[in-house]
C-alpha cells in the first residue's frame, strides 16, 4: 500500500460486531485518519438502531458537528424529533451539537457513515472512540481483558461516566457483582442518563436483583 493513499472497501476495514448491535467499522483508525473523525455502522437486521439517540454535548461527547451518508440500504433518521426518510444517498448534516439524533435502519445492511469534527478546531479521538474500542472484548467474551484495559482508561479518566458504565458491565458479565454495581453507580452519578440505559442492558442482567440495582428513573 502506498504511504500517500489508501484504498479500502468498507466491509472489508476492521470492525467491532456486538450481538444484536450494529457492526462498527472503525474507519478512522483503520486508514490512520488524524485530521477529522470518520466511521460506519452497519445495521445487522431491520429495525435496529444504526445511530443510537444523541447528543454532541454529552457524556464522552466532543461537541462535533457530523455529517451522515447512507452509502447502502435506507434509514429513518430523527433529529429533534423531526422524522427524515434517508434512502441510500443521503446526506444528514446536524450542525447543531446540541441537537438530539438517531437513526433506525429499514432493512438489514444498511450503512451509515460519519464524517464528524469541531468547527476551527484541531483534531482529537473523541471519548467515546477510545472507550469504545473495548467491545472487542465482547466478540471472544474475554471479560478480565476488558476489565483490565477499561481499568487503565479508568485511571487516565477517573471521570468518564462511560468507561464506568462499561466496566460495570464486564464486571457483572465476569461474575464481579460488588465492583460492577459500584462502577454503575459512579457511572450513574456521573451521568444519570445511565440510570434508563441499564434496565434493559443485557450485560447487566445478572444484577437486576440486587436491591443495589438502580431504580428505573420516572418518565418525563
Not at 424529533?81 to 433506525?104: I, M, S
Not at 462502577?183 to 451521568?191: E, G
Request: hydrophobic share 45%.
Amino acid at each position: 500500500m502506498s504511504e500517500r493513499y489508501r484504498v479500502s472497501a468498507i466491509e472489508d476495514v476492521r470492525s467491532v460486531s456486538v450481538p444484536g448491535q450494529p457492526v462498527w467499522r472503525l474507519l478512522r483508525d483503520a486508514l490512520g485518519i488524524e485530521a477529522f473523525g470518520v466511521n460506519a455502522w452497519t445495521a445487522t437486521e431491520a429495525g435496529q438502531a444504526v445511530i443510537g439517540e444523541h447528543d454532541e454535548l454529552g457524556a464522552g461527547a466532543a461537541g462535533h458537528e457530523e455529517l451522515y451518508v447512507v452509502v447502502s440500504g435506507s434509514a429513518t433518521f430523527t433529529v429533534d424529533g423531526e422524522e427524515v426518510d434517508a434512502p441510500t444517498g443521503t446526506l444528514v448534516f446536524v450542525c447543531d451539537p446540541a441537537a438530539k439524533r438517531a437513526a433506525v435502519a429499514r432493512e438489514a445492511g444498511t450503512t451509515v457513515l460519519v464524517v464528524g469534527g469541531v468547527p476551527g478546531e484541531p483534531f482529537t479521538v473523541a471519548p467515546w472512540e477510545r472507550n469504545a474500542a473495548v467491545l472487542r472484548f465482547w466478540e471472544t467474551e474475554d471479560w478480565e481483558g476488558a476489565i483490565a484495559e477499561l481499568r487503565e482508561h479508568h485511571e487516565a479518566e477517573p471521570g468518564s461516566a462511560g468507561i464506568l458504565y462499561n466496566l460495570a458491565c464486564a464486571e457483572a458479565r465476569a461474575g464481579r457483582r460488588d465492583d460492577a454495581l459500584e462502577h454503575l453507580a459512579a457511572a450513574i452519578a456521573n451521568f444519570a442518563g445511565f440510570a434508563g440505559t441499564a434496565q434493559d442492558d443485557d450485560d447487566l442482567a445478572s444484577l437486576r436483583d440486587d436491591p443495589r440495582f438502580p431504580a428505573s428513573p420516572p418518565r418525563a
